[in-house]
């Protein structure tokens, strides 16, 4: 390694090259835009507490305690497990790409109930407020009417109201992470969680368990192509949007790992994401992972990206031919599924020229029930197939406003936490979540992400995590069920 340094500081080209690097550093760095984002001002406790949402809670929680006190309920409660609140919200967090839909819904108002009662219980514990939580509270509110403002009220309050249950868990779920060894033992079970979602995906594919569906591949154009895994996920590019976040999140607990043994379990499970993700044969979740693999490395140092071009020509001469015919059809209109997309997008914002103030209301049917009219050459489909038109679709153009403010404020949150973190551990881990919803949001561009409401509840999960790890280093040590 030695020698290799000498070698390379010997070379003139890779000293101006450094010295090219030190200098666009330096400018970035004299930016007055990026540290106007890496420096948000107004995020403290007073902020929180004087906006609406607290003022309003206050309220509520006012009541409850006096009834909770007059009823005397203290005895009840007393010892409890109903008031180990992350035990009950760690549960819906790992088992959600496990478990069917409405399970996971049960054990979420679990975990809300719990929170309720540790907070009535204890009138003196605060309600911890991160930045994103007000626009995730607004989001679900925008949603919410949206819903109820649907073209098809019956057959969309049911997906409306599921999907704003699981966007307020994530207020929820960050309430109910106390300290650092909670959040530690999380994420490790997620981890773990996904490494057994990804290895029962690899015995899918070496068994021919499971099904398949003759829309997810071209067979024409690519006959090589016999299986993609779906795993627990009932659909390959929601395996992949899923693998999306928990690959970095893998990376993270390898690289902050302290001992060899532990390095070896999380570099295995690592392996078995990566090896999954391959055989769901999803060229948007590849284009996907790819991009929070850059963003993840490049943030970790930027010095990284000088390798890009070595480890994009490492992975064309490692890759199977399948894999690498399948990504290189990327945007090729004679595959059948580029051509279905593109006409359904054509579709949508057609659609969306009426329809774009309240949107249609969320659900297939409610889609189904205007789009037809739209549609081109005749393409029927159950949802816009991008993340973006979606939300228009459901909530029209002001929860699109605000889901982009929340990706923003959020993103802003993290790169901020990052740039001022120096504890080891408590950076990669920022990194990670940074890079895993950038690779999410990639991905969310070809595909309706959301349409999974497993998937829709662990991407709300991830972002209360990330706030979560923006912290990490502050977070009390205690214990798990404390």
């Given amino acids: 390694m030695e020698r290799a340094k000498n070698i390379l500081n010997g070379s003139l080209f890779w000293r101006a090259l450094m010295a090219l690097c030190a200098c666009c550093g330096a400018q970035w760095n004299s930016s007055a835009v990026v540290q106007w984002f890496l420096h948000p001002r107004g995020w403290n406790r007073g902020a929180s507490e004087g906006s609406v949402f607290y003022k309003l809670w206050a309220l509520i929680r006012g009541a409850l305690c006096w009834i909770y006190e007059k009823l005397r309920l203290d005895k009840l409660f007393a010892g409890s497990v109903f008031t180990k609140t992350w035990f009950w919200c760690t549960m819906p967090v790992v088992f959600a790409p496990l478990l069917p839909t409405m399970a996971v819904?049960?054990?979420?108002?679990?975990?809300?109930?719990?929170l309720l009662l540790s907070l009535v219980r204890d009138p003196d514990r605060r309600l911890s407020w991160a930045p994103i939580n007000r626009y995730v509270i607004l989001y679900a509110a925008v949603y919410l009417a949206g819903t109820l403002f649907s073209v098809n009220l019956s057959t969309s309050l049911n997906p409306g109201?599921?999907?704003?249950?699981?966007?307020?868990?994530?207020?929820?779920?960050?309430?109910?992470?106390?300290?650092?060894?909670?959040?530690?033992?999380?994420?490790?079970?997620?981890?773990?969680?996904?490494?057994?979602?990804?290895?029962?995906?690899?015995?899918?594919?070496?068994?021919?368990?499971?099904?398949?569906?003759?829309?997810?591949?071209?067979?024409?154009?690519?006959?090589?192509?016999?299986?993609r895994v779906p795993s627990t996920l009932d659909n390959p590019n929601?395996?992949?949007?899923?693998?999306?976040?928990?690959?970095?999140?893998?990376?993270?607990?390898?690289?902050?790992?302290?001992?060899?043994?532990?390095?070896?379990?999380?570099?295995?499970?690592?392996?078995?994401?990566?090896?999954?993700?391959?055989?769901?044969?999803?060229?948007?979740?590849?284009?996907?992972?790819?991009?929070?693999?850059?963003?993840?490395?490049?943030?970790?140092?930027?010095?990284?990206?000088?390798?890009?071009?070595?480890?994009?020509?490492?992975?064309?001469?490692?890759?199977?031919?399948?894999?690498?015919?399948?990504f290189a059809s990327i945007g090729n209109l004679s595959d059948?599924?580029?051509?279905?997309?593109?006409?359904?997008?054509?579709?949508?914002?057609?659609?969306?020229?009426?329809?774009?103030?309240?949107?249609?209301?969320?659900?297939a049917d409610a889609f189904n029930m205007v789009y037809p009219a739209y549609s081109f050459n005749g393409i029927s489909a159950p949802h816009a197939?991008?993340?973006?038109?979606?939300?228009?679709?459901?909530?029209?153009?002001?929860?699109?406003?605000?889901?982009?403010?929340?990706?923003?404020?959020?993103?802003?949150?993290?790169?901020?936490?990052?740039?001022?973190?120096?504890?080891?551990?408590?950076?990669?881990?920022?990194?990670a979540f940074t890079a895993g919803v950038c690779g999410f949001l990639v991905q969310a561009m070809t595909d309706y992400s959301f349409y999974n409401y497993r998937v829709l509840f662990l991407f709300w999960t991830y972002l209360a995590l990330g706030a979560l790890c923006t912290r990490m280093r502050r977070l009390p040590e205690g214990r798990l069920l404390a």
Avoid at 267 to 294: D, E, H, I, K, N
Avoid at 310 to 315: I, P, Y
Avoid at 354 to 362: A, E, H
């Fill in 238 to 326: 929601m395996l992949g949007q899923y693998l999306i976040l928990a690959i970095p999140v893998g990376g993270a607990r390898l690289l902050s790992a302290q001992d060899w043994l532990r390095r070896a379990f999380y570099f295995g499970c690592c392996a078995l994401m990566c090896v999954c993700m391959l055989l769901t044969m999803s060229r948007g979740a590849w284009l996907g992972l790819l991009f929070a693999g850059a963003v993840f490395f490049v943030l970790l140092n930027p010095r990284f990206i000088l390798l890009a071009p070595v480890a994009l020509a490492a992975l064309w001469f490692l890759l199977p031919d399948t894999v690498i015919n399948r």
């Fill in 385 to 431: 197939h991008n993340l973006f038109l979606q939300i228009v679709c459901d909530a029209g153009i002001a929860a699109l406003g605000v889901f982009i403010i929340l990706v923003f404020v959020y993103f802003r949150m993290m790169c901020a936490a990052i740039s001022r973190e120096h504890d080891w551990s408590s950076r990669v881990h920022q990194i």
């Fill in 161 to 227: 109201l599921l999907s704003v249950a699981f966007i307020l868990f994530s207020v929820v779920l960050y309430n109910a992470v106390t300290n650092r060894s909670q959040l530690d033992a999380l994420l490790t079970f997620m981890v773990i969680a996904a490494a057994a979602v990804s290895a029962y995906g690899i015995l899918q594919y070496l068994f021919g368990w499971g099904y398949q569906s003759a829309a997810w591949v071209d067979s024409d154009m690519f006959s090589d192509i016999s299986f």
């Fill in 336 to 363: 059948a599924s580029t051509s279905y997309r593109v006409y359904i997008w054509m579709g949508t914002l057609a659609m969306l020229k009426n329809y774009w103030l309240c949107g249609i209301g969320p659900g």
């Fill in 105 to 114: 819904l049960g054990m979420a108002a679990v975990g809300g109930c719990s």
